[in-house]
C-alpha cells in the first residue's frame, strides 16, 4: 500500500516562499514518478510539476517555470516542491501524485497518477 502525507502549506503573502513536502511510503519508491497538482475554489484539479521515477527529468506548468522547483530525495522517501515569488493565483489545495515507473513527461495527464494524498492548503494573499 502506498501513502503520500502533503506537509508545508500555509498562508503567505505575494512575492514569499513555500517549500511543500510529500512523504511517500511503501515500497520501491525511487521507482516512483511523483506529480504536485493543484486545485482551486470552484476549478479543475490542475498539473503543476512532476520528477520522474529515475529523477533526471522533471515538467512544469507554464504559469509556474522559473518560479517552482521540484525534487527529490530517495532517502527520505520524500519530494519537495519549492515556490517562489508567489502569486495570489497560486491559491488552492496541493495534492501529491505517484505512479510507478511513471515518466515526468506522462505525469502531466492526471489519469497517470494512481496513488494521492490528502492534499495541503496554499493561500497567497495580495
Known amino acids: 500500500q502506498v501513502q503520500l502525507i502533503e506537509s508545508g502549506g500555509g498562508l503567505v503573502q505575494t512575492g514569499d516562499s513555500l517549500r511543500l513536502s510529500c512523504v511517500v511510503s511503501?515500497?520501491?519508491?525511487?521507482?516512483?514518478?511523483v506529480a504536485w497538482y493543484r486545485q482551486a475554489p470552484g476549478k479543475e484539479r490542475e498539473f503543476v510539476a512532476a520528477v520522474a521515477w529515475s529523477g533526471d527529468r522533471t515538467e512544469y506548468a507554464d504559469s509556474v517555470k522559473g518560479r517552482f522547483t521540484i525534487s527529490r530525495v530517495n532517502a527520505k522517501n520524500t519530494v519537495l516542491l519549492q515556490m517562489n515569488s508567489l502569486k495570489a493565483e497560486d491559491t488552492g489545495v496541493y495534492f501529491c501524485?505517484?505512479?510507478?515507473?511513471?515518466?515526468?513527461?506522462?505525469?502531466?495527464?492526471?489519469?497517470?497518477?494512481?496513488?494521492w494524498g490528502q492534499g495541503t492548503q496554499v493561500t497567497v494573499s495580495s
Open positions: 501524485g505517484a505512479s510507478l515507473s511513471a515518466p515526468a513527461q506522462d505525469l502531466t495527464l492526471m489519469d497517470t497518477v494512481v496513488y
Open positions: 511503501g515500497y520501491m519508491f525511487d521507482r516512483y514518478g
